[in-house]
């Protein structure tokens, strides 16, 4: 055999080896292909200009657009869905947050089978999803459901020239009774948030932001848990039940205000300061809880301050500051404990970590439960005495002569 003739058989037998890796790779990418949104056909015979695949959630997003009207018409796809779950998409006029949000719902009735779509706009970081007017103007809402993929269709108009939307998709699971259910407060559930340019149809989100969001709702909870929650109660059960101890004067009260002050400016810093930050990227609006948050700011401050015009023991006036300090003391104490567990209820971090914080303040109400009962006579004795002795006191006295 020939050296040309060998030659030719080696770049023969690389060939029919190779052949299999381009046939497996060009498979890939036509089911690849097929899978994009450009190749989706809708049964109804709607067709759109643009397509975008979205980044998470196994979702897809149609829609056709004319920039000198407003006129927004989309249809949104998510597949790989369970019959009892809900799905939504929605547009952002103020901010990429959540809050502000005007939403497309739809769900599966699960009595009927059939599909019911609705708008919803959304005001907190809570929200219900009931059926509510929106802020665009919206018509032709209908929703679909078939092989494990439910889709939104309506036409949006907003102002004429807008080119750029941020949007918003998401799913959670259909309670009994069809209520919509809390969607997940992680992963992908986090990152469906993105700003989509109409022209070109480029879907842009900031990673940063949704990367490090859950980890700032994170320590949000725990900085304000230890510090509002925890370290707070102790110094005022340091306060309380201490001082009556003349072995441990004047030892409760620097406890006391080391506690109390550490919880304050731990709480400014941390607990203000995510505060800020989840604001500026999410476009949080006032809600309870941020009220109640900032009222606890404002009567901790106040505690602070009232040191300063602390009377001496024998003054006459002491009596009213103590009255007011210890009042505005156990105010804060109930107020943050129950902002704590608002604040559970929004972020939605676990079971886990509501049993735990629940856990430690049991464990923080039954020793005051044990001290009180263990002080009771020397907290209340005088009380009692003082009421005893006005009784007799005022008891009539009875002579008897003796004959």
């Known amino acids: 055999m020939s050296l040309s003739s060998r030659a030719t058989l080696v770049v023969l037998c690389c060939l029919f080896m190779l052949i299999p890796s381009f046939t497996t790779a060009a498979t890939e990418q036509g089911l690849h292909a097929r899978s994009r949104c450009e190749s989706y ?147 992908d559930n986090l990152k469906s948030m993105a700003s989509l340019d109409l022209l070109s149809g480029q879907v842009t989100t900031t990673k940063s932001v949704n990367r490090n969001m859950l980890l700032v709702k994170q320590i949000h909870a725990i900085v304000n848990a230890l510090s509002w929650g925890i370290l707070m109660p102790i110094g005022v059960m340091a306060a309380r039940y201490m001082k009556n101890y003349e072995v441990l004067d004047p030892t409760w009260f620097y406890i006391h205000v080391v506690c109390q002050t550490t919880g304050y400016f731990a709480g400014l810093i941390g607990g203000l300061g995510t505060a800020i930050y989840m604001a500026r990227h999410t476009g ?13 700011f404002a009567l901790g401050f106040l505690q602070i301050l009232s040191l300063k015009a602390r009377p001496n023991k024998d003054h006459k006036y002491r009596k009213y500051w103590n009255w007011y300090h210890h009042t505005m003391g156990y105010i804060v104490i109930v107020l943050s404990i129950y902002n704590i567990y608002k604040g559970l209820s929004i972020l939605q971090p676990g079971s886990i970590w509501k049993m735990a914080y629940t856990t430690i303040i049991c464990c923080i109400a039954a020793f005051a439960v044990v001290m009180e009962i263990l002080q009771f006579k020397k907290r209340w004795a005088r009380l009692f005495f003082k009421k005893s002795k006005d009784v007799e006191a005022d008891q009539p006295t009875v002579s008897v002569d003796v004959v």
């Open 41 to 187: 056909s809708f049964n109804n015979g709607k067709s759109f200009r643009s397509c975008t695949d979205l980044l998470v959630l196994n979702s897809y997003l149609h829609f056709n657009y004319a920039q000198e009207t407003g006129v927004l018409e989309i249809a949104y796809r998510h597949s790989n869905l369970e019959s009892s779950s809900w799905i939504s998409w929605a547009i952002n006029p103020t901010s990429k947050g959540m809050v502000g949000a005007q939403a497309l719902v739809a769900y599966r009735n699960s009595t009927s089978g059939v599909m019911r779509a609705y708008t919803s706009s959304i005001n907190s970081y809570s929200p219900m999803l009931q059926e509510s007017p929106l802020s665009l103007r919206v018509t032709q809402v209908s929703a679909e459901y078939s092989n494990g993929e439910m889709m939104i269709f309506a036409t949006l108009v907003l102002p004429p020239n807008t080119t750029v939307v941020n949007h918003l998709w998401q799913d959670g699971p259909l309670k009994e009774g069809d209520r919509l259910g809390m969607h997940a407060m992680s992963g």
């Open 284 to 296: 949080m609006r006032t809600t309870l809880h941020t009220v109640i948050g900032l009222l606890l």
